[in-house]
């Protein structure tokens, strides 16, 4: 069936750091690809997709490219603040859409001043 | 997008016991999606709220345990039946606008002693 397999954390920065979150999926067809962040306290938030290969996401900084030969989508923000300490969790959806989501396990990010 | 709110927000319950969830959404949304994720764990799909009709339930999870309820587009419930502890998690709701991604609400804290 469809996975996810997400980089273990917790992760640790400082602000201003490169940020590489890795994750690798295994899906048949053409899933969509999704990256979503948890804030401390908060609910779950779509923080940015790609819906077909080579596709882009991006939002506040942060930016995943859809890669079909190598079944990744890396999450990857240039220079983390404390206030990108969060949860972030990589998911598919099996159907193209956005139907049925399938987590990663999440990765905690701390970023300190 | 859609604001989800679910109720109650946490909650600690002894063994043997029922919980009901509560999600309500502030729009009408096709469909409605019903999460676990565990402690220390990924979040994992439990089952599809139908409107007018029964739940389409994932492998490893029966309607008897996680009885679903969706009687109209903006609503729905989860009961947790007959608790143990290892039903301890936090449960999420999500809704799909027509054509859009997936909210999330804010989740169920549920302790069972």
């Known amino acids: 069936g469809n996975s996810v397999t997400q980089m273990e954390g917790p992760v640790t920065l400082s602000e201003e750091a490169f940020l590489t979150i890795n994750c690798t999926y295994t899906?048949?067809?053409?899933?969509?690809l999704f990256w979503y962040v948890q804030y401390p306290g908060e609910g779950l938030q779509l923080l940015l997709k790609?819906?077909?290969?080579?596709d882009k996401g991006s939002n506040k900084g942060f930016e995943a490219t859809y890669r079909k030969e190598t079944t990744s989508f890396h999450l990857e923000k240039g220079s983390v603040q404390v206030s990108d300490s969060a949860v972030y969790f990589c998911?598919?959806?099996?159907?193209?859409?956005?139907?049925?989501?399938?987590f990663g396990k999440g990765t905690k990010l701390t970023v300190n001043p | 997008s859609a604001v989800i709110s679910q109720k109650p927000s946490r909650d600690i319950c002894q063994r043997g016991t029922s919980l009901t969830i509560q999600c309500q959404v502030d729009?009408?949304?096709?469909?409605m999606f019903w999460y676990r994720q565990q402690p220390g764990q990924s979040l994992t799909l439990i089952a599809t709220?139908?409107?007018?009709?029964?739940?389409?339930?994932e492998s490893g999870f029966v309607i008897d345990k996680f009885p679903i309820s969706r009687p109209n587009l903006t609503f729905s419930t989860l009961t947790v039946s007959n608790m143990s502890p290892e039903d301890s998690s936090i449960y999420l709701c999500?809704?799909?606008?027509?054509?859009?991604?997936?909210?999330f609400g804010p989740g169920t804290r549920l302790t069972v002693l």
């Open positions: 899906a048949t067809g053409y899933p969509s």
């Open positions: 790609a819906t077909k290969a080579d």
């Open positions: 999500s809704a799909l606008p027509f054509g859009n991604e997936q909210f």
């Open positions: 998911a598919l959806s099996d159907q193209g859409g956005s139907e049925k989501l399938v």
């Open positions: 729009s009408q949304v096709t469909m």
């Open positions: 709220a139908n409107q007018g009709s029964e739940a389409t339930y």
